[in-house]
């Protein structure tokens, strides 16, 4: 808000030789994040690091997603890490093309910038409540547990309130900074999406203030 864009600098890298995705399952909290901790201390130069949790019977409740992409050499050595790295904790499974990470169609998305070291219980925690309200419910944990995302399909509006209701609960027991980033416009009348007060609110108005005194910019 205190600045106008005016250059553009894009750098550019040649598209990769191979692109490639293993997904590893777990039917257990611990085993993953056992596996997540060592992905995650490895500093494995990773497409992306993603990690799944849903109720569903026909498979497993968690499916940590890694892709890859370098030349045919450089993605070798990535399977070959991530399969060291996963040892006995995981099943690995070679997946053709890839896995959509989409939200799938949900009407309702939440997100929270959460602590990688707590990502996982907070998803569980989170995903538990949420399917005794919804079917279906999704979580996601994004950049190896920097960001988790409740995604569900919800058909009436007593689901919507109850889904604010719980994620609001989770926001103020600490499990992160929460925003709803995708529910009805009629909800969104009644509800403010960022769900509480902006940390530095005021120090960010003062600046504001300071160097756009005539409110030029956005």
């Keep these: 808000t205190l600045a106008v864009i005016a250059d553009v600098t894009l750098r550019t890298q040649p598209r990769p ?12 909290e611990r085993s993953l994040e056992e596996v997540r901790q060592r992905l995650f ?3 494995l130069p990773l497409r992306s690091f993603d990690i799944v949790g849903e109720h569903d019977r026909e498979r497993p409740p968690w499916r940590m997603v890694l892709s890859m992409e370098g030349t045919a050499k ?7 890490s991530i399969t060291t790295l996963a040892r006995e904790e995981a099943c690995r499974i070679d997946v053709p093309g890839s896995i959509t990470l989409s939200d799938g169609g949900a009407n309702f998305v ?3 910038t959460v602590t ?5 219980h907070d998803a569980s925690m989170l995903l538990g409540r949420a399917h005794t309200i919804v079917e279906g419910a999704r979580a996601l944990l994004e950049c190896g ?3 988790l995302r409740l995604r569900a399909t919800c058909t009436c509006r007593e689901e919507f309130a109850a889904l604010i209701q719980l994620c609001k609960a989770q926001n103020e027991a600490g499990v992160g900074a929460l925003l709803l980033e995708k529910i009805p416009n009629e909800q969104k009348r009644d509800v403010d999406v960022w769900c509480g007060p902006i940390y530095g609110l005021h120090l960010m108005r003062r600046i504001k203030a300071k160097f756009d005194p005539n409110a030029v910019l956005a």
Excluded: H, M, W
């Design 145 to 147: 547990g920097a960001l």
């Design 74 to 80: 450089q993605v070798e050595y990535l399977r070959k």
């Design 116 to 120: 990688p070291s707590t990502a996982v």
């Design 17 to 28: 030789e191979v692109v490639d995705q293993c997904t590893l399952n777990f039917t257990d």
């Design 110 to 112: 939440a997100r929270f």
């Design 41 to 43: 201390s490895s500093r």
